[in-house]
């Protein structure tokens, strides 16, 4: 699906998706939890539903109704096929913890966009608790030999994926013996185990963890079903967030001002830049203002990288981002998307290894490759819909974490056509 993004004025209110991260951590954890739990206010994307279909599989209920999805858990069973987790890589990696409690064989597959990224370093891990796991080289396919879970002292690195060590806390609580969890380096996406600790706590799991977070103690445990309610994503709303600086003015609802999501920050990077930015408990406006250039360290924020990346191209001055790296190992390769990107809107990017700078301009249009990245896709709607003439290709990439973005986009004055065609 291609979609024209033409020069517009967007104003009025967008009420933020719920949270990806927090739906599939509270699915997870609901899953685990002998008896019935609710998960309310669930985000429905392509993400989820991967997550949905593998607990199916093995064993899981998970009843749909409006609003929440009622999930009956505590009963899991080896599957009778192999457990498809699409291009959803908490899923790949969660489930794989998860498949070491059950016994007998588990063969974890992937889409082709995850099928490029690792899980070696996750299958080490667990193998360190006495399971019997492995992958193909770095990658999926995963064959998990469960009902081995020892448990004692594992090590990791904490700068490769936090969804690693976060699939470790998951099932550690039913190891036969106390889990230590060390991280041979300082962790990057901080936030993302935080987040996974509060998730575990609301199901009734301790985790006694450095202050750090470079170790952690797990005793043996059981999760108790829970009333779990998932709270909008920082993430998906950062494009929102981001439009309203450039036109008209944004208002952001569902947010909670006081979450463990990382991405919240965004608030602060855009007062940074110059923005006009007002929060109360759970809504943001934003109203068009100047902006500056920026330098700021992603590494605990690396999915804000495509959203700040275009915005300082529309910004006065050169924006530095570091501590991007891991950015590489995503859906694409967001560095090279994002300069790409921007070089065909005519602004001047520098990329290494672990740094990108933009220099501010005033963008054209142009047609970007979303490389079948969601973010990507999302993020060049917004010099998209500043510069006008834009066509971004893959465009329903989108359906990852927010389906029905590009009509969200025009319930606030957007002027976007799908293949062509004006739809609203």
């Known amino acids: 699906m291609k979609v024209l993004v033409e020069k517009s004025r967007v104003t009025g209110k967008v009420i933020a998706p ?16 002998s008896g019935e739990s609710e998960v309310i206010n669930p985000l429905i994307s392509d993400d989820t539903e991967a997550a949905r279909n593998v ?7 998970i009843q749909q109704e409006e609003g929440l999805w009622r999930v009956i858990g505590g009963d899991l069973h080896k599957p009778a096929t192999d457990l498809f987790c699409a291009d959803s890589a908490a899923t790949l990696r969660f489930m794989t913890a998860v498949c070491s409690l059950i016994s007998g064989e588990c063969r974890l597959v992937t889409g082709p966009s995850l099928a490029r990224r690792p899980v070696k370093t996750l299958v080490q891990a ?4 006495g399971v019997d796991c492995s992958c193909q080289g770095e990658v999926a396919p995963v064959t998990v030999r469960g009902g081995r879970l020892k448990g004692g002292v594992t090590e990791l690195p ?24 060390r991280l041979t380096t300082p962790v990057e996406s901080k936030p993302y185990l935080l987040m996974t600790l509060d998730c575990m706590k609301r199901f009734g799991i301790k985790v006694a963890a450095s202050p750090d977070l470079r170790e952690f103690v797990i005793v043996p445990q059981r999760y108790q079903p829970a009333r779990y309610r998932v709270e909008g994503d920082w993430s998906s709303a950062s494009y929102f967030l981001a439009l309203g600086t450039l036109s008209g003015t944004v208002v952001v609802e569902n947010l909670n001002s006081e979450s463990q999501q990382g991405d919240r920050i965004m608030l602060d990077f855009l007062r940074d830049m110059g923005a006009s930015v007002e929060s109360s408990r759970d809504t943001v406006t934003v109203r068009q203002s100047r902006l500056n250039a920026i330098q700021a360290d992603l590494s605990d924020y690396i999915d804000l990288l495509p959203t700040l990346a275009v915005l300082a191209a529309l910004a006065s001055g050169r924006s530095e981002f570091s501590g991007i790296a891991r950015a590489r190992m995503k859906e694409s390769n967001r560095v090279s998307a994002v300069r790409e990107g921007l070089e065909k809107m005519g602004i001047a990017v520098l990329e290494e290894k672990d740094r990108l700078t933009v220099t501010g301009a005033r963008p054209k249009g142009a047609t970007i490759n979303s490389k079948n990245d969601h973010r990507i896709a999302m993020a060049f709607s917004i010099p998209g819909l ?20 590009w009509e969200v986009v025009r319930s606030i004055g957007g002027e976007v056509k799908v293949n062509g065609e004006q739809s609203g």
């Open 18 to 33: 719920a949270s990806k991260s927090y739906t599939i951590r509270g699915l997870i954890c609901a899953a685990l939890a």
């Open 55 to 61: 607990l199916g599989n093995i064993g899981v209920k």
């Open 126 to 129: 667990l193998r360190q608790l």
């Open 158 to 181: 904490g700068d490769i994926s936090s969804q690693f060590i976060s699939a470790l806390l998951i099932a550690s609580p039913f190891a036969k013996q106390k889990v230590q969890i």
């Open 386 to 405: 500043v510069a006008g003439g834009t066509v971004i290709n893959d465009a329903e990439c989108v359906s990852k974490t927010f389906p029905n973005f």
